[in-house]
């Protein structure tokens, strides 16, 4: 270490002082001014890591040290370098603390006063008899940001990146504009002083801090502010984005009846769901503020925590790097409702999950274009008989408007479109929570999971129709001629045949059309045909399409379409022709599975594709 000034005091900072740029705070107030300044290698060396490793904090701090050596040349203070610097080994161990005592034993061996603005240094450091001063970071009255003057009163968010003009979403939820908002492009220089002055607001304002920070990207928190830089290699240029509330909303502001403001009261499992930017944080944070003033203990998990929230609502980021960790710690705090603000990846459903089962009411947000799609996101996440006791309510958010509201119920029925009694099984219904009006139905069908649309009677038509033609697959073998039949209700069927059909059909005193209903499972009403007209008519028509049962076995895929028997037959996917085959006498269609038509087959299941068969 080269020697300073005879008699000059000497202080030795650690990294968090420079970092924080508490030495050149103290030479430009006069109170460090012509002081020996012994940097520790240890301090370079930390430094230089975190640099290297993309971090922020490692180039704000390798800036001080150059504004260090700008004051030396002036003749201020005298810089030194001084210590050991680390090996590889003490580097990769800096958060099990190897550097920070490497630095410490420099400042003993340097004989000055060992400067730091971190807590446990300055501590570890008295209790080993080194002269420390602790110091924090001034915190000075805050200023204007050099971002504020892209921001006007209905600006959203702002958009910089190096070699491009800045950009702006303007407008309101309901009309959003995407603007230019000057002709001359960012330049590097002007991003890397807008990074440093973002950087230091969130280190030293007590309002302001780091929610994330990886290599080549970092996203801060400055007052209402949520702001995003990324630096290459994550990106392909230096890139900020902020982006502030634009209003803060009370559920007063939206059109919702008295009914659903009792249901979200009522600790229910809801999901809040929308498109990207259509307002849904925003509408989590004015339930979250309803139930507050109701006297709901309410905590929010978010990441980032950018929610608009009274004081009173504690907000929560990951623990740890964990939302586990986080709902672990809430289950011990207990509030009346958490809100758990962008539930996307698996791990975070059945966090949510667990703690609605737990019996805390979960309000969670998520991204969908539908109600429905974001009820089939906890499928293959949740157990499908649980889904309804996880989420009874899903609240739609378009444009800042509450849009649709559906509730979920779980029963057993027969799904809509079947009608033999022996199908019932467990079924999850969607219904309109306004008009109480039934619009899916969740429930397995083999090995698949069904979400079945349920529309006016116009879109149920579709299912009488394979009723139909089963009836009329069934009639036909009693019949010589044409046989018509129309359903007129999922449980009543009118048939017409030629009036010489008509005995052989209802049989001796109603045997035989007796145990056609018991059969069927549906009434019928036979009739003969008024006119030849009507007959020719009737008789011209195609045979109903059939809905055949699926299955897969180790060699074979089948369709299972029994009232076909016998019969040559075309399999169609949607309006898709797939392929014509003749079924057997057990009512099987089977192809080898290394087939393309039973490829073709399984990728119409899998993609929810209606297969159904035909007479020829």
């Known amino acids: 270490m080269k020697e300073g000034k005879k008699n000059a005091q000497r202080i030795i900072p650690d990294t968090s002082s420079v970092i924080d740029g508490i030495i050149s705070t103290g030479v430009e107030r006069e109170d460090y001014r ?3 300044i012994c940097i520790p290698e240890g301090v370079v060396a930390e430094l230089e890591a975190q640099a290297n490793r993309g971090l ?7 800036e001080e040290l150059q504004k260090l050596q700008d004051m030396a040349k002036e003749g201020a203070i005298r810089l030194y370098f001084c210590g050991k610097r680390p090996n590889l080994d003490q580097v990769k161990l800096a958060r099990g603390g190897e550097i920070d005592a490497l630095i410490r034993e420099t400042a003993r061996e340097a004989k000055g006063k060992f400067i730091t603005g971190d807590r446990i240094q300055s501590m570890i450091a008295r209790a080993k008899g080194i002269d420390v001063d602790f110091v924090k970071p001034e915190y000075k009255e805050r200023g204007p940001l050099i971002v504020d003057k892209f921001f006007t009163p209905d600006t959203m968010s702002v958009h910089l990146k190096n070699k491009v003009p800045p950009m702006a979403k303007k407008g309101s939820i309901k009309e959003v504009r995407y603007v230019q908002i000057r002709d001359e492009p960012c330049t590097f220089y002007e991003l890397k002083e807008i990074s440093r002055e973002l950087m230091d607001r969130a280190r030293s304002d007590q309002n302001s801090f780091f929610e994330l920070s990886f290599t080549g990207a970092s996203v801060l928190q400055i007052g209402k502010m949520r702001i995003a830089i990324a630096n290459p290699p994550f990106s392909d240029d230096v890139e900020i984005t902020i982006v502030r509330p634009v209003a803060s909303v009370s559920l007063d502001q939206y059109r919702m009846s008295e009914m659903l403001k009792e249901r979200i009261r009522a600790q229910r499992g809801i999901l ?6 259509a307002g849904k944080s925003t509408f989590a944070a004015g339930i979250a503020t309803f139930l507050n003033d109701k006297g709901f203990v309410v905590k929010t998990m978010e990441s980032p925590r950018d929610l608009q929230v009274p004081p009173e609502i504690t907000q929560y980021g990951p623990l740890d790097g964990s939302m586990e960790n986080t709902a672990d710690v809430l289950l011990l705090v207990r509030p009346d409702y958490t809100i758990y603000d962008e539930v996307r990846k698996t791990r975070d459903f059945e966090i949510f999950a667990d703690m609605r089962l737990a019996g805390v009411g979960m309000i969670g947000v998520v991204h969908a274009n539908r109600a429905v799609d974001a009820i089939q996101r906890l499928i293959g996440r949740v157990e499908l008989g649980v889904i309804p006791q996880v989420v009874d309510t899903v609240i739609f958010i378009d444009k800042g408007e509450v849009a649709n509201v559906q509730t979920l119920q779980f029963t057993v029925k027969v799904p809509a479109g079947m009608m033999e009694e022996d199908l019932a099984r467990p079924v999850i219904l969607i219904s309109d929570f306004e008009t109480g009006r039934n619009e899916f139905e969740i429930y397995t069908y083999g090995e698949q999971v069904v979400v079945m649309p349920l529309g006016n009677e116009e879109a149920r038509k579709p299912a009488w129709a394979l009723a139909e033609g089963e009836v009329q697959s069934v009639l036909q073998e009693y019949a010589s001629g044409p046989v018509s039949v129309e359903m007129v209700s999922d449980s009543r069927a009118l048939v017409k045949v030629r009036e010489k059909d ?34 020719k008519k009737k008789g011209a028509k195609d045979t109903r399409p059939h809905r055949p049962i699926i299955e897969r076995s180790s060699r074979h895929v089948i369709l299972n379409v029994p009232e076909l028997a016998t019969q040559d037959v075309e399999v169609y996917a949607g309006e898709t022709f797939l392929f014509s085959a003749t079924v057997g006498r057990h009512g099987d269609i089977k192809v080898r599975t290394d087939s393309d038509v039973a490829g073709n087959v399984m990728e119409a299941v899998e993609t929810g594709e209606a297969v159904w068969v035909k007479v020829a």
Do not use: Q
Not at 272 to 277: H, K, N, R, T
């Open 502 to 535: 008509m005995p052989r059909i209802i049989g001796k005193g109603g045997s035989t059309i007796d145990d056609i209903e018991k059969m069927l499972g549906i009434h019928i009403d036979v009739r003969k045909f008024e006119s030849e007209k009507e007959e």
């Open 56 to 62: 922020e904090i490692g180039f704000r701090g390798l």
């Open 272 to 277: 809040i769901a929308g498109p990207p930017g």
């Open 34 to 36: 012509d002081y020996d």
